[in-house]
């Protein structure tokens, strides 16, 4: 691993054991315990926000739930996106239309996406699962059937199913297994996606997660007091960043050397 790469882990590692680890230790974060926008140098290490709340105890409680909401839409949208992708290797109307489908929603901006469902739905976690699902599937889909497609028509492949193979033993014992590697690697990808996009509806004001304690929020939330103190949004920002730049120059590194 290059130097590089171990600094940008290193930091990775960091900020997601902050935002597993700091609600064990962030009770309060929600209480007022100062007038707002103070300064650090007036109050605590990153001051405090509108409503007098610490900064650093709120940057601390609202990583966890943000990551936990992007790993659950990840995994649903890898689940039913390489269902969907294999379906699509069929040579069959059920699977010409289906990639039609995906062809469709492929062209549908996420942004347009998520304002319809929240406005639709209204805030919550669910749906903005639902959102980062929706908004990945097609992605997942088409990737899927892009290296399912030679991973089928090999010889192995043909002669398992010349051996009598099921094609559930087929794709069990030769195809996922060959599918896995890049499928993992496209799954960080999709993670980070989810990420940007959560954060966006944070900085919208649409309180995807239903409340006002996430570092998306906190970023839209901290932009009125920002000349009196900066951290308010600064702080936030920065952790999302500190995720996903990161994830995403790491999931790129490994993406390029498993597809090489």
Known sequence: MRRTDRVWLTLLLA??????????FADGADATVATGYLSPAQHGPLGTDGLG?????????????????AVIATAAAM?????????????????????????????IPSML????????LGSGVWTMVLIMTVASVPFVARFTRSIATPVL?????????????????????????????????????RLISALYLVAAAGFLGFSPLGGDGDWATM??????????????????????????????????????????
């Open 15 to 24: 900020v997601l054991g902050l935002a597993l680890v700091g609600p064990l």
């Open 53 to 69: 709340r610490d900064v650093w105890l709120r940057l601390a409680h609202g990583g966890a739930g943000l990551l936990l909401v």
């Open 79 to 107: 689940l039913i996106g390489i269902v969907l992708g294999l379906t699509l290797t069929a040579h069959n109307l059920v699977a010409r239309l289906l990639g039609l489908l995906t062809d469709l929603l492929l062209v």
């Open 113 to 120: 996406t998520m304002m319809v469902l929240v406005f639709g």
């Open 153 to 189: 028509g090999s010889d192995y492949v043909l002669a398992a199913r010349a051996a009598g193979d099921s094609w559930y033993t087929v794709f069990r014992r030769e195809v996922l297994p060959n599918l896995a590697p890049p499928l993992l690697a496209d799954a960080g990808t």
């Open 219 to 260: 970023v839209q939330a901290g932009l009125e007091g920002i000349r009196l103190n900066p951290w308010a949004s600064l702080a936030p920002a920065l952790a999302i960043a500190a995720v996903t730049i990161p994830a995403n120059l790491l999931a790129d590194r490994v993406m390029r050397r498993v597809m090489s």
